[in-house]
């Protein structure tokens, strides 16, 4: 994931890749025969640690350790940390133009949503007086923080995105509450 955030999808190799690792051209070829191969087992891997991280949070909301605001926060910050986004973001834009890898990554991303589904039915409910699906609003709030990660990009204001962030935390509380237990 590093080389491909320093290269580029179509500049990452399997050799290159190998002497980032460490390890052979014969070993690598061995575990994963092509670039494709590591590429989704480096991408299933990164998503598996996301949405463990993710369910740590949850877990930390519903415990009452953060309120929902942190949770949001820390959300973030965990979107803008780390190569996690940006990493998943190149290889989506890559699978548009290669139709083998969409399709080979297409069960990495339905698991993935189904944990984050998982995730936000054991942890949220609707807010009083509100009849919102709380799966339909935390999804909402994750294209948020992907569009905000990729504003970022090209305008790395931090304080604009903290206001917007703000923003999208108030509406979130008229829409959801976390189930504390």
Not at 81 to 109: K, M, N, T
Not at 146 to 175: C, H, I, S, T
Request: aromatic share 8%; net charge negative.
């Amino acid at each position: 994931m590093d080389l491909l955030m320093e290269v580029g999808y179509s500049n990452t190799t399997s050799l290159g890749i190998a002497k980032r690792a460490g390890v052979s051209r014969g070993a690598q070829t061995h575990h994963y025969p092509e670039k494709i191969d590591l590429i989704v087992a480096a991408t299933e891997d990164m998503f598996d640690g996301f949405a463990e991280g993710l369910a740590k949070l949850a877990a930390e909301l519903r415990s009452g350790k953060v309120s929902l605001d942190e949770f949001l926060g820390l959300v973030w910050k965990r979107m803008l940390e780390g190569d996690w986004f940006y990493a998943s973001l190149e290889i989506i834009v890559a699978a548009r133009g290669d139709e083998e890898l969409q399709r080979r990554l297409q069960p990495a991303i339905f698991s993935l949503h189904n944990r984050f589904e998982s995730i936000w039915r054991s942890t949220f409910a609707p807010a009083t007086g509100s009849s919102s699906d709380p799966v339909v609003i935390m999804n909402i709030v994750m294209n948020m923080c992907r569009g905000m990660a990729v504003q970022a990009v090209l305008r790395p204001d931090r304080e604009f995105l903290n206001d917007m962030l703000k923003e999208m935390a108030d509406l979130l509380q008229e829409k959801v509450a976390p189930i504390v237990k």
